[in-house]
Structures are given as C-alpha cells and as structure tokens.
C-alpha cells in the first residue's frame, strides 16, 4: 500500500523582549540560577500577573506578516497542571481568542511553492528548568526561565514530508528573525518544534491517529525524528496493528523515538480564562502603527529580486534567507547598479562561504556592501580578472592593506592586461616560438589550441584578458 | 449533566486533592447542586448577549517592556524550606 505522511508542526518561539511577560524579571539568557525570578515568578501568595506591551506588539507583528486575524479581545486562560518549575501549578496560556488566528506561510520544497495554513499563534509564558543531577536525592529548580514569553505557532496538518516540515520550520525561523521578534537560537531554545505525525492510505481524506514528537531543536533532528516516526507506524499499520495516540521523544543517540506519555495517563489540562487578567483590547490605530514599523517582507523580497532584477528563484531564496544577507545585497546592488547578478554569485559564493567557514554572522562580515562592490566594480570594468578577484579578496577579509582595492589590485600586480595592441603582440611572441602547437592545431588537434592559451597566461602571469586572448589566438590560427 | 462519584476522584486527582470516599459522596451533592444552579441559568436565552470572559467589564492594562525587577534571590530563598547553589530543592520529580 501507498502510504502518505502527515504532519503539522508546533513552533514555540521565545519573544526578543528585554523582559518577563507577566514580571519585570529580565529574559537574559545565562544568569546564576533565580536571580531573574522575582516574586510573580515564584508565584508567591497575592502577586498579580501583568501584561508586558512588548510582548504582545510582537505577536501583532507575527499575525500582520502571515496575513492571520488580530483577535480583539483576546483572552488569557489557565492551563493547570502540576509540576516543581510552575510553581503556580497552572501556566498562562490562551485557550479561546488567541491573538493571532489563521494566516498563510509560503514555503519553497525542490523548487516548487506551497502553502502552509496556520490555525493560530498564542502568548503563553515558559516554565522554569529542573534539574536532575543529585541533591541528595532532590531536584533543583531554577525559576529565571519561568515567565519568559513565548509564542506558541500552532500550523494546520498540511505537510507532507519531513521535507516540507523542515522547510516550513526554517521559512517560519528566517521570518521570526526577520521581523525581529525572537534571536531563532536553537541551542539556547529559542526555538523549539514539536512536530504532529499521522499516516494514512494515500488517496483517503480521514486522518490517522497522530503521534506527538516534542522538543526538537534542531532542523536535522526534526527531519530525522518525523522519518523515524513515520516509517515506525506504517510498519505498525502493515503488520495490521493500530496506532496508539501519545506524545513520544526523539533520542538522538539511538535516532529513534519512544514513548513520553499515553493519552489516557495525558493531563486534562481543564482550561479556563485567568481571572487575573482582564481581556485585552488591540485597537485597530495600534495595530496599523505597528505594520508601519514592518519591513518588507522575505517573500516580498523574494518576489522583487526575481521581477525587478531577472534573478533565479534559487539566489532570490537564498539572498532572502535572512534579512542581513538580503539587506548586504541591496546595499551592494546600490553602488553597482544593474549588476545583480555578479552582486548575487559573490555575496552567496565567497562572502557565504567566508562567513560559514569562520562561522561568523552577516553583521560581522569584515568586508562591509561598498567595499565588496568597488571590487566587483573593478572586474566589470576590465581592470582584474574573476580569478585575481578572488586574491584580492581575500586579502580584504584579512584586513591586508587598507582595504582599497584599487592600492590592493596595484600592489599585488593583478591588473589585467587588456590592451589589444599588447595582447596581440603576446600572441605573435607564443605563437613564433611553438610553431609545433600551431602546426598541431591546423591539424586538427584541439587541444594543442589550450596549451598555447597556458602559454600566454603563463607569460603574462595569469594577467592577460582571457576572453580577449582567446579572440586573438582564434583570429591568428584561424584566420 | 449528571456528575458521578468517579468524575469527583477524577477532578480531585487532578488537582491534587485527597479525598476519602465520604468526601466523595458529600462533594458530589455539592457539586451537583451547584451544576442544577448552572442548568437553570443555561435555560435563559443569552442568544443576543456578548459573551464576557471577565466579571468587570475593564480591559487589560499594558505594561512597557523594560527590567523593573533586581535580584533579590538571597531574600526569596530566606523562606525556602531548602536551597544549594542557588537552586531550590523539592523532592525528585522525574516524569
């Protein structure tokens, strides 16, 4: 049988505020145990929860760029269940109106475009951390983390591969930082997946029964676990089995999932609104300055690369893929007008390439978008060839010099030779000298043609124009 | 609807509460009688009445996104029945 994989992913994404969302606890990242934990926190006896505006504002800015509903009111309820790092014994979440409901996010798979529906995206705050090591025998709880904002991005089961779930995640994960909403850092879990696996017969509507995987933090583990997950029901379901409703963990060690929990031992978690919080009104004014603030967005980006600069929609994805490397284009494109193109092929090439092999962000390229554009300037024009390009920039990267090209180009001899009258006088001398290659040549031996090219690069040390030399040779054999 | 003793222990188990079965049978007229209150109010026509979420019919007041809070971790963990390293120590939980 012909199986067909479902899947429909849960992104928790930590909000970038400086603050807690119900506390003024900060949210930074590393600090000694409960030192970031105040008494709302602790959830010590008569504190009152109250709503950080930051947080809020970026769940408004997620809902504009996916094209959801701004739900007002929105409503905050009680999700109840007991654990040593929710020291409430509920944590805030939203049940019913939460703020964002709906909206699309494009995704790109082997080339071809689809639409992912989401149901909803929701605040919810974060628990603490236990931990297990030995206490004599207890756990320790630390309580900084507890508060933390979080949005909760819930998508429709409308992916069908591990393939198309990574896509989504990473589509949703450039976004987020896109708009600035949260730092996407996987190991610190700013961003976490738990993705919803279901397999039925291909061709049927009913879906099956699904499985929970939660806490991936990583796109490959994502991948790995929904394939695993996978390939395990539909082994269950062709030996005649059935698939039992549970949430699972994916170990990475052994790649395999195992059973968290059962459905029936799963918390009913007997939701209700907090009577803490009042609703919350989003006026229509504040949800229109906020679109002000919007940048344009990646698929809008995406879409103007392609139509206005005649870019594939492989560099177009690629350029986009975060905001730094797209606004590190166009501040390139700006000084070399109609030169997309060669801008693309360098900044995704050596600029990309630089920058992963030292593992450094776009914001601390050394070469900053007008030096690199002085550089593909001067092969534009002639003056270098790609290759010398190349010597000079890495010279740049390395801070050599001061960084000028032209003093570069000029200190390191790179200048191309592309003076006719010179390159035919080159020529004359190489062809004089190996009468034998020529003689080979008009015999009908092709290769003999790229020895006597060597020749000449190699007598003007690789500077000689090698679109004109090439000309030149052709026009003196063949003419 | 009709509550039985089981959905008592069920909610009860929940929310970490221990009851005996008397408590049980004695919890389950109360709730009953509160669950009779509720029906009578659900046969009031509501159709052209808003739903609220809370009693008051005030909204949520914002707060701006700034660190308020210093630490004060050395006093909190004054009342903690037991602390080490900063952490607060509960009995082993381990799900």
Known sequence: MQWEIVIGLEVHAQLSTQSKIFSGSSTAYGAAPNTQASVIDLALPGVLPVLNKGAVERA????????????????????????????????????????VQGGNIQIQVDGAEKNVRLTRAHLEEDAGKSLHEDFHGMSGIDLNRAGTPLLEIVSEPDMRSSAEAVAYAKTLHALVRWIGICDGNMQEGSFRCDANVSVRPRGTEKLGTRCEIKNLNSFRFLEKAIDYEARRQIEILEDGGSIRQETRLYDANKDETRT?????????YRYFPDPDLLPLEIPQSWIDQIKQTLPELPQARRDRYI??????????????????????????????????????????????????????????????????????????????????????????????????????????GLKQISDDSAIEKLVDQVLAANAQQVADYRNGKEKAFNSLIGQIMKATQGKANPAQVNAMLKKKLDG | MTLSVSDVKRVADLAYIEIDEDEAKETLIQLSGIFNLIETMQAVDTSTVEPMSHAQSVVQRLREDAVTETDQRELYQSIAPQVEAGLYLVPQVIE
């Open chain 1, 60 to 99: 408004i800015k997620l809902g504009l760029s996916v094209g959801a509903k701004i739900n007002s009111p929105s409503i905050f309820a009680r999700k109840n269940y007991f654990y040593p790092d929710l020291p409430k014994g509920y944590q805030i979440s939203q049940y019913e109106l939460p703020v």
């Open chain 1, 260 to 268: 968290m929990r059962t459905k029936e031992d799963a918390n009913d």
């Open chain 1, 307 to 412: 139509s206005a600069f005649a870019l594939s929609a492989y560099d177009a994805s690629v350029l986009t893929s975060s905001r730094e490397m797209a606004d590190y284009f166009d501040a390139t494109l700006k000084q070399l007008p109609a030169q997309a193109k060669l801008c693309a092929n360098w900044i995704m090439g050596e600029i990309s390439g630089q920058l992963n092999k030292e593992g450094i962000e776009m914001t601390a390229c050394p070469i900053t978008p007008s030096q690199l554009a002085e550089l593909l300037a001067r092969i534009h024009d002639g003056t270098i060839s790609g290759k010398a390009a190349k010597t000079v920039f890495e010279s740049m990267w390395n801070g050599e010099l001061d960084k000028n090209v032209d003093a570069i180009i000029e200190a390191k």
